[in-house]
Structure formats: C-alpha cells, structure tokens
C-alpha cells in the first residue's frame, strides 16, 4: 500500500513566498489551497501568523486580513485563551452551485482575459486618445472606485470595457464582454473580499494611469497584475 503524503511536505510546499504584487490575494489562495487539498482538515489549526508571514513572504498585516477575510467567508474561526489561535471550521462552506467548475474552464477564461485585457491595456496606452476616450476612462474609474458592494462587478466589467474600447479596436469589445460575462460567473461563487476591493481599486487606478500617460509597459504591467490577482482568488476559492 503506497504511503500517505506527508502533511508537513505538502505544507512547505504550498506555504512558499507569494509575488508581491498581489500579496493578500496570493496569501489569501494559498490558505484556501491547504484548506481545499485536505493538508489542513477541518478543525485543524493554522500555523502562527508570524510563522505564515515568514513562509509566505509577506507582512503580518497581510496575513492578518488574509485570515479575517477567510474567517468572513466562513472558513476559520479564531478562538482566544490558552489553546486558542486560527482554526478551520469544522464544517466548510458549501459550494454556492451545485454545477462544479473544473480547472480546465478556469485557466480557459483567465488565459484569455490575459491575451484580450493586457493586449488591450498596451494598446490603449500606445494611441492618442480623444478627449471623450480620456474622461470615459476617468469617469469609469470614478465609478468602480464609489460602488457599492451590490453593484461592483458591474462596475468593474464597465471599466474593463471602456480601456478595451479605448484600444481603438472595434472588434475587441465584443470579445472581452463575452469572456467578462464567463468571468463574472465564476466570481459570482466566490466571497467579495473587501480587502481585495480596495487592492482592486489601486490597481485599476494605475491602469488608468498608466494609459493616459501613454506609459505602455506601465500599463501593461499594471494589467497583468491585475489580472493575476483575480486568477489567484479563483483557483483558491474554486480549484
């Protein structure tokens, strides 16, 4: 009989330094992928948190919320006292459909949003924008960054569709609305973190920004963050 997969390897494994740029949302996927891979079991307790932030690279600020999001979500609950710390739920929350999303649909729709919204953030940044392209853009960053948590995801896909527009490729808004509504319905499964709205927030500012001053590495760079923050979240929460 093969033997059983050491917990303890598969931990360091997974418990390895994120990428700075999106630090919660790679901290927060990590966590959820002990959880979902069965390193750690339900009522099994993480590790410190001065220990998780040395393993993962990150600051204890960032574990912190990253551990507050997940005890939001319904995945660990922090008990205090002698034996207390972060523990997983004895009961993990059920997936919000009953249809289950492979991986393969996941990397599919995240693969092109990467070649259709990065392609379009470099393009937008190399044109010479209209007045009404550039106060499109501010005026869609504007409205993300006010929304209410109700309204977010339709917000947010505007403004993805307003640089795809300003990339001057007629052709291309279709493409990208169609995947956004693939997308949309896989992040509709997952918690809306408020940690990773604000982190959102950021990074679409620097998109923006990053176009109109027709900075198109910048805004390249700026996008494939953006995009990898989300992609992390997903395979988290979904696999």
Same mark, same amino acid.
């Given at each position: 009989?093969?033997?059983?997969?050491?917990?303890?390897?598969?931990?360091?494994?997974?418990?390895?330094?994120?990428?700075?740029?999106?630090?919660?949302?790679?901290?927060?996927?990590?966590?959820?992928?002990?959880?979902?891979? +069965? !390193?750690?079991?339900?009522?099994?307790? &993480?590790?410190?948190?001065?220990?998780?932030?040395?393993?993962?690279?990150?600051?204890?600020?960032? /574990?912190?919320?990253?551990?507050?999001?997940?005890?939001?979500?319904?995945?660990?609950? =922090?008990?205090?006292?002698?034996?207390?710390?972060?523990?997983?739920?004895?009961?993990?929350?059920?997936?919000?459909?009953?249809?289950?999303? %492979?991986?393969?649909?996941?990397?599919?729709?995240?693969?092109?949003?990467?070649?259709?919204? !990065?392609?379009?953030?470099?393009?937008? #940044?190399?044109?010479?924008?209209?007045?009404?392209?550039?106060? +499109?853009?501010?005026? *869609?960053?504007?409205?993300?960054?006010?929304?209410?948590?109700?309204?977010? *995801?339709?917000?947010?896909?505007?403004?993805?569709?307003?640089?795809?527009?300003? #990339? +001057?490729?007629?052709?291309?808004?279709?493409?990208?609305?169609? %995947?956004?509504?693939?997308? %949309? @319905?896989?992040?509709?499964?997952?918690?809306? &973190?408020?940690? %990773?709205?604000?982190? =959102?927030?950021?990074?679409?500012? +620097?998109?923006?920004?990053?176009?109109?001053?027709?900075? /198109?590495?910048?805004?390249? @760079? #700026?996008?494939?963050?953006? !995009?990898?923050? =989300?992609?992390?979240?997903?395979?988290?929460?979904?696999?």
């Amino acid at each position: 009989m093969a033997a059983e997969p050491d917990s303890a390897v598969a931990s360091e494994a997974l418990l390895r330094p994120v990428r700075p740029g999106n630090a919660f949302e790679d901290t927060v996927g990590r966590l959820l992928q002990t959880i979902r891979l +069965g !390193v750690l079991a339900p009522g099994d307790s &993480l590790p410190p948190e001065r220990e998780l932030a040395a393993k993962l690279g990150v600051s204890r600020d960032t /574990v912190r919320e990253a551990i507050k999001s997940l005890a939001d979500a319904g995945y660990l609950v =922090s008990r205090r006292g002698r034996y207390g710390g972060t523990f997983l739920t004895e009961e993990l929350p059920a997936p919000t459909d009953a249809v289950r999303v %492979n991986r393969a649909e996941i990397d599919d729709a995240l693969r092109l949003r990467e070649i259709l919204e !990065v392609g379009a953030a470099r393009m937008a #940044a190399s044109r010479t924008l209209t007045a009404a392209e550039r106060e +499109g853009l501010w005026s *869609r960053l504007a409205d993300v960054r006010d929304a209410a948590p109700d309204y977010y *995801r339709r917000l947010d896909s505007r403004l993805h569709l307003a640089i795809a527009e300003a #990339a +001057g490729s007629p052709s291309l808004v279709p493409l990208v609305a169609e %995947n956004r509504m693939r997308l %949309n @319905s896989l992040l509709d499964r997952i918690p809306l &973190l408020r940690r %990773n709205i604000a982190h =959102s927030d950021e990074q679409h500012e +620097g998109i923006v920004i990053a176009i109109l001053a027709g900075d /198109v590495e910048a805004a390249e @760079s #700026a996008m494939r963050a953006h !995009v990898e923050g =989300s992609a992390a979240l997903l395979h988290g929460f979904l696999g």
